[in-house]
Each structure stands twice: as C-alpha cells, then as structure tokens.
C-alpha cells in the first residue's frame, strides 16, 4: 500500500517569502501525484497534478511543484506567498496501475501568512 | 458545470443510530469517492464507486457501507454510530482513473 510524508504540520511565513513544502511517497510502482489546497471554510481545491512528462509542474496561483522520482518527492514551491494564500495543504498520490483507485493523502500542512 | 453536491451539510446524530449522507457528482463523472477527514487521522479513504459497483475499500468497520445508482449519484451509510465517527465526510467525482479527483464541501457529522 502506498503512504504520504508532509514534512512541516505548520508553517508561518511573512508575505513576500519564498515557500516550499515537503512531500514524500512510498510505493514501489509508478503514481499519479497532486497537491491540494482547504482554504478556511471551503472545499478541498485541486492546486496542480502529475502525470507524466515533464516534472515540473505549474498549477494555479502561481504554484509549482518538483517531482524527483529517485527521491519519491513531490515538492510544492511559490516564489512570494500572499496572506490570501493561508490554507492547508495536502499532497496526495494515486498509483497508476489497473485495479488501484485509492487516493491515499498526507497528513496535511497548514501554512500560515502574515500579512 | 456544477460541482460535487453533498447533502446534508450538518447533521448531529446520538450514539446507536444510523446515518445516510448523500453524494451528487459532476455530470458525465461515473467514479465517486467518500473520505473521512479528522484532525488527528487526516483524510482517510472509505470506498470508491464506478458504475454502481465498489471498485476499492479503505480500512474501515462494516458499519461503513456504501452505494452507487445508476445515474452515479451515491450514498454512504454509518449503522450503530460512535463517538469516534464524528467526522467531516467527504464525497470527490473523477472522469475516470487518470484523471483528478473533485471535491464536495463535505457532510460535518457530529455524534452526541
């Protein structure tokens, strides 16, 4: 069965910082990976996904996110974080192989901005 | 094109009874999905529907049950509630396997 690692349970940036939050999967075959974002009081929002092809991977607002394959790693970065982009994060991975459709998430990061 | 609709929004039950939460996909979409998301457990999987047949189960008690009409809405039911199963209960609509999952706000259960 496959696993996701969030690395941080909290993070405080000020606006303006650079983020990057860390994810790690466990599986021994090939994955479909995405990151999601919860803002408060909303529904889980699809930010960016992999499939294949180039490993880096732009999603909305400005968000972007690295897959190393020989790490199991599937980072997600912004350049400048805004306040509005307080929310909580979840990574999530999904193996590609027939008969698997389990989207298996990790704990979650919740990043918080300060204005 | 509207969204994943889940219905009932809030519902508070008392130990023993049983619950029923329902799930409207986005059209065209014929695999749902229900989650189970606690603070201290996170997003958990409960089971997966594709064409009114469960493809997929998560790791949970058999008081999880589940279902999935032929116009792919679904329902989820709890039997014999426990404390432990106040939860926010979430319902996701694919197009199929290799593409993202779509989420709804969420039934909030809460077991008095």
């Known amino acids: 069965a496959q696993s996701v690692s969030q690395h941080n349970h909290h993070v405080i940036l000020s606006e303006a910082a650079s983020l990057e939050l860390g994810c790690n999967y466990s599986?021994?075959?090939?994955?479909?990976l995405f990151w999601y974002v919860q803002y408060p009081g909303q529904h889980l929002q699809l930010l960016l996904k992999?499939?294949?092809?180039?490993?880096l991977v732009k999603g909305i607002k400005g968000f972007e996110a690295e897959f190393i394959k020989s790490k199991f790693s599937f980072n997600l970065r912004k350049p400048s974080v805004q306040w509005s982009d307080t929310a909580e994060y979840f990574c999530?991975?999904?193996?590609?192989?027939?008969?698997?459709?389990?989207?298996?998430f990790g704990k979650g990061t919740k990043l918080s901005v300060i204005p | 094109k509207a969204g994943v609709t889940q219905t009932p929004r809030y519902l508070i039950k008392t130990r023993g009874q049983q619950v029923t939460l329902s799930c409207s996909p986005i059209?065209?979409?014929?695999?749902v999905s229900w989650y189970q998301q606690t603070p201290g457990q996170g997003l958990q999987f409960l089971f997966e529907?594709?064409?009114?047949?469960?493809?997929n189960k998560g790791n949970f008690p058999g008081r999880f049950s589940g279902r999935q009409f032929s116009n792919s809405r679904s329902e989820m039911n709890v039997s014999t509630l426990e404390l432990g199963d106040s939860a926010l209960y979430l319902c996701?609509?694919?197009?199929?396997?290799?593409?993202?999952?779509?989420f709804g706000d969420g039934t909030r259960l809460s077991i008095l």
């Open positions: 992999y499939f294949s092809g180039d490993p």
């Open positions: 999530a991975v999904i193996p590609t192989g027939a008969g698997s459709y389990q989207l298996t």
């Open positions: 996701a609509s694919s197009a199929g396997q290799n593409q993202p999952q779509h």
């Open positions: 599986y021994g075959g090939t994955v479909n």
């Open positions: 059209s065209g979409h014929r695999s």
């Open positions: 529907y594709f064409s009114e047949t469960q493809r």
